[in-house]
């Protein structure tokens, strides 16, 4: 039996996503620049003066000889103006301090939802902010709201909005960011994702999360903050997929849900934009059969065809990954349906990392497993049978990916703060974090079929150096037997 070798890889980052020293603004501490005081005692003052004059003029108007009909009117009159004068006058003095813009911010009436799977932007001129989603996670005596978000330049001294179903005033918090993935470069602007924390002082979670500058500024953004629920029985095996293949052919993608199935992941949830007709048919058939869940993302439409798709890509692997932290145990983290981590000495995921475990003498399981992934290239097919199958027809691949390099993770979502494409980019902290394990590639290792250009490459050439790898023919009669099925009942 081959030897497995595993090394601890370092943390990257880690961080606490409700530390203690994240309290609420300190009354002390004037967001808007008010001296309330002083503002109150001008107020009176001006009202004080409108008063009066107000009285000498209708006083003045009831003396004289007019009808009680007439009377009547001119006092309806004479009242409105001296509301709408003190109302202007007001106003004036209010927007003059920074007040009304703060008091428009703490009323929730004023503020409306938007739809969950819309972006919301942060209007101002110093940067280009959208955010994505709002989640609440508890951890511990910790508690805190993450925002997903993405924009040109790291937003500085931004303010949380926490707004709870019992009071139509919120808490004031300070955001924190982390920045977790330098994306694009368009037109001399980085494009960059980061998310913001938000540290809960209550015991519940807050309903909806605003977003605004450091000067109480009108906030433009109002989140629902989604909450992740915890089910019994809690599923082993779960793959945060985000799709940027519009068109594979109904074949592949049968292919790989069904050895998936086979490896013994439990369910799969799909993030995508834009499917084929015939995508379409065969995910939501298994959509019906309760082994997909998908969901849809818009693109923002701001930075560029490809850009968009990568921001995506990202933003909702960690979207995945905080809304089921609690309804999976280990999450897969694949991009799309042209990769798949295969065993090599096991039947199934439970196995294999049984063994890890064992084998390294682990009392609790590792946090994260980090899989080397290989290139099988779709030039030339080493085998015609069977027609349907990717992985049982290219057999030659490239070397593995080299040491710490071009990696797919299996995660415990309870301890991994941010996704970064594969892996696990920050932990919660260092000691919820015991390990992060390697496995060497004889134990398992990540097949990525990808496409090469026929025109521009000779085939033959290509192949010459590459190994033969023959893993996949323990599972030919099993999974073939279950594509051929499930390729009957969709009459494809």
Request: proline share 4%.
């Given at each position: 039996m081959p030897v497995l070798t595993m090394s601890r890889v370092p943390v990257i980052k880690s961080k606490s996503i409700g530390s203690k020293h994240s309290q609420l603004i300190d009354e002390e501490e004037n967001l808007c620049g008010i001296?309330?005081?002083?503002?109150?005692?001008?107020?009176?003052?001006?009202?004080?003066?409108?008063?009066?004059?107000?009285?000498?003029?209708?006083?003045?108007?009831?003396?004289?000889?007019?009808?009680?009909?007439?009377?009547?009117?001119?006092?309806?009159?004479?009242?409105?103006?001296?509301?709408?004068?003190?109302?202007?006058?007001?106003?004036?003095?209010?927007?003059?301090?920074?007040?009304?813009?703060?008091?428009?911010?703490?009323?929730?009436?004023?503020?409306?939802?938007?739809?969950?799977?819309?972006?919301?932007?942060?209007?101002?001129?110093?940067?280009?902010?959208?955010?994505?989603?709002?989640?609440?996670?508890?951890?511990?005596?910790?508690?805190?709201?993450?925002?997903?978000?993405?924009g040109t330049g790291i937003?500085?001294?931004?303010?949380?909005?926490?707004?709870?179903?019992?009071?139509?005033?919120?808490?004031?918090?300070?955001?924190?960011?982390?920045?977790?993935?330098?994306?694009?470069?368009?037109?001399?602007?980085?494009?960059?994702?980061?998310f913001f924390t938000c540290a809960c002082n209550s015991t519940q979670p807050p309903i909806y999360v605003s977003l605004t500058g450091p000067r109480c500024s009108v906030p433009t953004t109002f989140l629902q903050v989604q909450v992740p629920q915890k089910e019994e029985p809690v599923k082993e095996f779960g793959i945060c997929m985000s799709s940027t293949n519009v068109n594979v052919h109904p074949y592949h993608i049968i292919e790989w849900m069904e050895a998936h199935q086979m490896f013994g992941i439990d369910e799969i949830t799909l993030y995508y934009h834009t499917f084929s007709s015939n995508m379409s048919r065969v995910l939501n058939q298994y959509q019906k059969d309760g082994f997909v869940r998908l969901n849809y993302v818009s693109v923002p439409r701001r930075y560029g065809f490809w850009s968009d798709f990568k921001i995506i890509s990202s933003l909702s692997l960690n979207?995945?990954?905080?809304?089921?932290?609690?309804?999976?145990?280990?999450?897969?983290?694949?991009?799309?349906?042209?990769?798949?981590?295969?065993?090599?000495?096991?039947?199934?995921?439970?196995?294999?990392?049984?063994?890890?475990?064992?084998?390294?003498?682990?009392?609790?399981?590792?946090?994260?497993?980090?899989?080397?992934?290989?290139?099988?290239?779709?030039?030339?097919?080493?085998?015609?049978?069977?027609?349907?199958?990717?992985?049982?027809?290219?057999?030659?691949?490239?070397?593995?990916?080299?040491?710490?390099?071009?990696?797919?993770?299996?995660?415990?979502?309870?301890?991994?703060?941010?996704?970064?494409?594969?892996?696990?980019?920050?932990?919660?902290?260092?000691?919820?974090?015991?390990?992060?394990?390697?496995?060497?590639?004889?134990?398992a290792l990540t097949h990525h079929y990808h496409n090469v250009n026929k025109k521009k490459v000779n085939c033959d050439n290509m192949k010459k150096n590459l190994a033969v790898d023959r893993t996949v023919d323990r599972f030919r009669k099993p999974l073939s037997k279950r594509c051929e099925n499930r390729i009957m009942q969709h009459k494809l």
């Amino acid at each position: 039996m081959p030897v497995l070798t595993m090394s601890r890889v370092p943390v990257i980052k880690s961080k606490s996503i409700g530390s203690k020293h994240s309290q609420l603004i300190d009354e002390e501490e004037n967001l808007c620049g008010i001296e309330l005081n002083g503002l109150y005692k001008k107020i009176t003052k001006k009202i004080s003066r409108f008063s009066k004059k107000a009285r000498k003029r209708l006083q003045k108007w009831k003396a004289g000889e007019k009808t009680k009909r007439k009377r009547r009117g001119t006092t309806a009159f004479v009242v409105s103006w001296i509301l709408i004068y003190i109302i202007i006058q007001t106003c004036k003095l209010l927007s003059s301090t920074d007040y009304l813009v703060c008091l428009a911010k703490l009323n929730r009436t004023l503020i409306r939802p938007h739809n969950v799977h819309s972006w919301q932007s942060i209007h101002d001129r110093r940067r280009d902010v959208l955010l994505y989603s709002a989640h609440y996670r508890p951890l511990g005596d910790s508690r805190a709201v993450h925002i997903l978000a993405v924009g040109t330049g790291i937003p500085q001294e931004l303010i949380c909005l926490l707004w709870y179903a019992d009071s139509f005033f919120p808490d004031v918090i300070k955001a924190t960011t982390l920045n977790h993935d330098v994306d694009e470069v368009k037109k001399g602007r980085i494009v960059e994702q980061f998310f913001f924390t938000c540290a809960c002082n209550s015991t519940q979670p807050p309903i909806y999360v605003s977003l605004t500058g450091p000067r109480c500024s009108v906030p433009t953004t109002f989140l629902q903050v989604q909450v992740p629920q915890k089910e019994e029985p809690v599923k082993e095996f779960g793959i945060c997929m985000s799709s940027t293949n519009v068109n594979v052919h109904p074949y592949h993608i049968i292919e790989w849900m069904e050895a998936h199935q086979m490896f013994g992941i439990d369910e799969i949830t799909l993030y995508y934009h834009t499917f084929s007709s015939n995508m379409s048919r065969v995910l939501n058939q298994y959509q019906k059969d309760g082994f997909v869940r998908l969901n849809y993302v818009s693109v923002p439409r701001r930075y560029g065809f490809w850009s968009d798709f990568k921001i995506i890509s990202s933003l909702s692997l960690n979207d995945c990954m905080w809304k089921n932290m609690y309804r999976y145990h280990y999450i897969f983290i694949l991009l799309n349906f042209d990769e798949i981590v295969i065993p090599r000495i096991h039947n199934n995921y439970s196995a294999l990392l049984d063994y890890v475990d064992r084998t390294e003498g682990l009392v609790v399981p590792a946090t994260s497993y980090l899989f080397q992934n290989t290139v099988f290239n779709l030039c030339a097919a080493d085998t015609k049978d069977p027609a349907f199958s990717n992985f049982l027809r290219y057999l030659k691949r490239d070397p593995p990916s080299e040491e710490m390099r071009d990696f797919r993770s299996l995660v415990n979502p309870r301890y991994c703060l941010s996704l970064f494409t594969h892996y696990c980019h920050s932990f919660v902290s260092v000691e919820a974090m015991p390990w992060t394990v390697k496995v060497h590639q004889h134990v398992a290792l990540t097949h990525h079929y990808h496409n090469v250009n026929k025109k521009k490459v000779n085939c033959d050439n290509m192949k010459k150096n590459l190994a033969v790898d023959r893993t996949v023919d323990r599972f030919r009669k099993p999974l073939s037997k279950r594509c051929e099925n499930r390729i009957m009942q969709h009459k494809l």
